[in-house]
């Protein structure tokens, strides 16, 4: 069964630094991957997706992930965060009937 | 226009008590689905419908019920709560049941006291 790893509970950054978060995959065949945000009591927006293709995907607020076959990755990155991008990131891997398996998330605090 | 969207926001309740959330999408998807989200913002899914029809029912108390009384709205109905459903409980839809990205709700947050 697929699963989904985020290494990294927490991570602090000052506004304008770049930012990078983790996300491992378990999953025998290619997967799709997805990014989703979720702010201080909202629901969740979808980043970023991957299906095929080009394995650097552009998302929306900036951001961009790199697929990596062979370390099994999706890490996300932004190269100058701002401080609305203080928030609670997952990764998620679908399964064949359309079920999110999420991540733990990585709560991402801005500092000024 | 709210593309899915869910009632009550808020809803704090005693134990032993009955109640419902509602979710309504727009977006013309014929896939809905019920995640909770506990303290530690860990997110599982609990049920999915396709077409009214129940396809993925996780190992979830039957205490909780589901029911789709159309392609547009899945609603959440659980019997005597316990302290332990206090949760965020978002609604969820998706264009099919296959690997589609899903669109969620604002959550209705759940307190049990």
């Known amino acids: 069964a697929q699963s989904v790893t985020q290494p990294d509970i927490h991570i602090t950054v000052s506004e304008g630094a770049s930012l990078e978060l983790r996300c491992n995959y378990s999953y025998g065949a290619t997967p799709y991957l997805f990014w989703y945000v979720q702010s201080p009591g909202q629901g969740l927006q979808l980043l970023l997706k991957y299906f095929s293709g080009d394995t650097l995907v552009q998302g929306i607020k900036g951001f961009e992930a790199e697929f990596k076959r062979s370390q099994s990755s999706f890490n996300l990155r932004k190269p100058s965060v701002h401080w609305s991008d203080a928030a609670e990131y997952f990764c998620a891997v679908p399964d064949s009937w359309g079920k999110l398996q999420f991540g733990a998330g990585t709560q991402v605090v801005v500092t000024p | 226009d709210t593309a899915v969207s869910q009632t009550p926001k808020y809803l704090v309740t005693q134990m032993g008590n009955d109640k419902s959330i509602k979710c309504e999408q727009n977006l013309g998807h014929d896939t809905m689905y019920w995640y909770k989200q506990d303290s530690k913002k860990f997110l599982k899914i609990m049920f999915s419908?396709?077409?009214?029809?129940?396809?993925i029912n996780e190992t979830v108390p039957n205490r909780f019920s589901p029911k789709s009384p159309d392609k547009a709205h899945l609603n959440l109905h659980i019997n005597s709560l316990e302290l332990g459903d206090s949760a965020v409980y978002f609604c969820?839809?998706?264009?099919?049941?296959?690997?589609?990205?899903?669109?969620f709700g604002p959550g209705t947050r759940l307190t049990v006291l």
């Open positions: 969820a839809s998706s264009q099919d049941t296959k690997a589609n990205e899903q669109f």
């Open positions: 419908y396709n077409n009214k029809e129940l396809i």
